[in-house]
């Protein structure tokens, strides 16, 4: 039996589900990688392997000496390159793959993903509504992007129930469009912590620690004293992948922080 070349729209569904899945869940009993399996006519075990072949590209996790496996194609790094390029394409391209993947197979988009993140935008029609439910696309892609490179806590307190958990943008959303998406531009923070460094009060050096400003330290609350003062100077717990870009941080000291 001849094994089919992977395509290319098979590689984009198969990296983006790689960026949202931590590096210890790319086995073949994940139920998200038999769904996609199941949905592009390749086995689970065919698809794990293919995202361990792109965990062999990613640098977070080789620097850390794991691998991932041998044999990654051209296509796969042109993939891999194409969208480390290029965070938003992958997020709104990954949809309409899908969804003639769906057509194709005679599945009903009702049932996925892209079509359940439509249901909070509203009963807006046509282009509206595609513009919305890419939106909310986007934002999904980031959010999972993010908490699972780690692991669920927030990065700074440790607290780990998602519904108090947020995916912070380094440099603003409104800052900086090429890399809106891109998961290095992100932090998983408390919402209190989010909204502290969104306001300039909490900052990280180029070693990943946690800088209060002065406006902050000058507030001598109880609350202050045992939830922000100990963080001072402290490093945050990094991802597994997906490291904060330096530059960026440089950007929110400059342009977000207040001064110490």
């Given amino acids: 039996m001849t094994v089919s070349r992977w395509t290319k729209e098979q590689l984009k569904l198969a990296f983006h589900l790689y960026c949202q899945l931590p590096f210890g869940k790319l086995h073949h009993t994940n139920k998200e990688i038999i769904e996609l399996a199941r949905l592009i006519g390749r086995t689970p075990s065919a698809v794990s392997m293919k995202l361990c072949n792109f965990a062999s590209f990613d640098p977070a996790i080789t620097s850390s000496g794991r691998s991932g496996l041998k044999g990654a194609s051209a296509l796969d790094r ?10 938003d394409a992958l997020a709104v391209q990954t949809i309409h793959i899908r969804e003639q993947a769906m057509a194709e197979k005679g599945i009903s988009t009702e049932t996925s993903a892209e079509s359940d993140a439509s249901d909070d935008v509203g009963d807006f029609t046509g282009e509206t509504q595609r513009v919305l439910t890419e939106q909310r696309v ?18 700074m307190s440790g607290l780990s129930e998602p519904r108090l958990l ?10 900086d ?10 932090l998983c923070l408390s919402a209190l912590h989010d909204k502290a460094f969104d306001r300039g009060l909490i900052a990280l050096d180029d070693d990943f620690r946690v800088l209060l400003s002065s406006e902050l330290k000058r507030r001598n609350e109880p609350f202050i004293r045992q939830f922000f003062l100990p963080l001072e100077g402290q490093g945050i717990n990094l991802p597994e992948r997906f490291a904060p870009n330096q530059a960026f941080l440089q950007r929110h000291r400059q342009e977000v922080f207040l001064p110490t």
């Avoid at 934002?139 to 992007?145: C, L, S, Y």
């Avoid at 947020?166 to 800052?175: L, Q, T």
């Fill in 138 to 155: 986007r934002q999904d892609f980031f959010r999972r992007a993010v908490l699972s490179s780690y692991h669920g806590k927030c990065c």
């Fill in 166 to 175: 947020v995916a912070s943008h380094i440099v603003p959303w409104s800052k």
């Fill in 78 to 87: 042109e993939v891999w390159d194409e969208f480390n390029a290029d965070w």
């Fill in 177 to 186: 469009r090429e890399n809106r998406l891109n998961p290095r531009n992100g």
